[in-house]
């Protein structure tokens, strides 16, 4: 277990780190430069390991500095969580989070507002991303939290949130699209590798078919939209962006709901709730039992 003294010095040493070296570390500190020299080499000694190579008066991390950076932000993440759960004030500070595009485009309007409302003084920063991109971050911890297509398979908790149907769009001239067979020679109009979205797309067609096929890789639905309506190829996307476009020239093709019905879960690192995220799921949690009465 950590002593207040050696607790201290892992706050000195995350100060240097962010600050960029030892007298920027010290006016942050209010300390004196040789006291945060002292406190680094006393850390230094209880660990028995070099945390920085030292070059004349510049400080380079260590691969063992690199190791205790983690561990130093996640105990002083920890000991900032727990004084803000005992406190019982209002969530502060900042929440990283993560969404899928279609999730920030359809459902996170109305929940951030709501959010940005009850809780003023948190700061959002939002990321949109790939489902494999967004789960990867919040496991490197680079996120709080996320809105992803899929359950994560690793160790992040999760708790289910919207439900979404998917549907296979194509130009308003193309036939119907009741089978996998109907595709036919069409090309395919998809995010990149990492979608979840478009793994169902590829389990639907079937790997050996879908490897036949021309994959247009776009990062937006207003494009992939635009394409589709444009007669470039067929896409699967949720119907809950499409009804953000109303006007949009597609055809909408209902595909069994085995294959279309999808959960977005939001996910964070499992034992590792902060505050705003606390909040966040408390806000989601809320609002998932009020549109089941």
Known sequence: MIDPMSFTDLQVFRAVLEEG??????RKLHRVPSNVTKRIKQLETSLGVNLFHRDRQRLHLSPTGELLR???????????EARAAVSGANPRGSLRLGALESTAASRLPGLLAKFH???????????????DFLVQAVADRRLDAAFVAEPPTRVLAHIPVFDERLVVISSSEHPPIKRSQDVKSASLIAFPDGCAYRRVLQRWLGN?????KRILELSS????IACVASGTGIALVPESVLDTMPGSQIRR??????????????????????PPVLA????VAS????SRR
């Open 117 to 131: 409302s009850q809780y003023p003084d948190v700061r959002l920063e939002l990321t949109t991303g790939t489902n």
């Open 208 to 212: 050996d078919v879908f490897s036949t």
């Open 21 to 26: 070296g030892i007298i920027k570390a010290a």
């Open 253 to 274: 093709h209902q595909l069994p709901k085995i294959v279309s019905d999808m959960r977005t879960p939001m996910v964070w690192r499992d034992g590792e709730i902060s």
């Open 70 to 80: 983690i561990y130093a932000d996640r105990l002083i993440q920890l000991s900032e």
């Open 280 to 283: 966040l799921r408390t806000l």
């Open 221 to 224: 639905y207003h494009a992939i």
């Open 287 to 290: 609002i998932k039992k009020t």
